[in-house]
């Protein structure tokens, strides 16, 4: 049993609605790789799979339940999705003890750069939230 988010109604999914769902995220993965290799294009497959994912979404209108409850899924579990990456970094610890200049200022940079894009966007959302809007004493 699960609550649902976007309609705040309880909904039971069986298994055969999030392989449905991990087949359309891979689906969108699969369609992102092949159209950066087709043009040659700079970007990651995954990222441009995402683009088309997101462009699918909002030509859609609305966000699938099985999908939204697979994605909560997946997020809520994301750490084991990590441990891959974290194994595949260790292998090169010589080299990373070796160039580790690069790898902080990336971190501390990344860092700055989402905590100053999450702020913005917030305040943004903010100023568009009708709530916020017509509270009495709200500046803005």
Do not use: C, K
């Amino acid at each position: 049993m699960v609550l649902s988010r976007s309609t705040g109604r309880t909904a039971f999914h069986s298994p055969d609605t999030m392989l449905y769902a991990l087949a359309a995220l891979f689906a969108f993965q699969l369609a992102g790789e092949a159209l950066v290799h087709a043009l040659a294009l700079p970007l990651p497959g995954a990222l441009v799979g995402t683009l088309l994912l997101l462009t699918a979404l909002l030509w859609l209108g609305r966000l699938p339940v099985a999908l939204e409850q697979t994605a909560l899924t997946l997020l809520q579990n994301m750490m084991l999705l990590f441990i891959p990456t974290i194994a595949g970094v260790m292998l090169h610890f010589d080299r990373i003890a070796r160039e580790w200049q690069p790898f902080v200022v990336a971190g501390v940079a990344g860092a700055a750069i989402t905590y100053v894009v999450t702020a913005l966007t917030f305040r943004w959302m903010l100023a568009r939230s009708p709530a916020t809007a017509t509270t009495p004493g709200a500046s803005t």
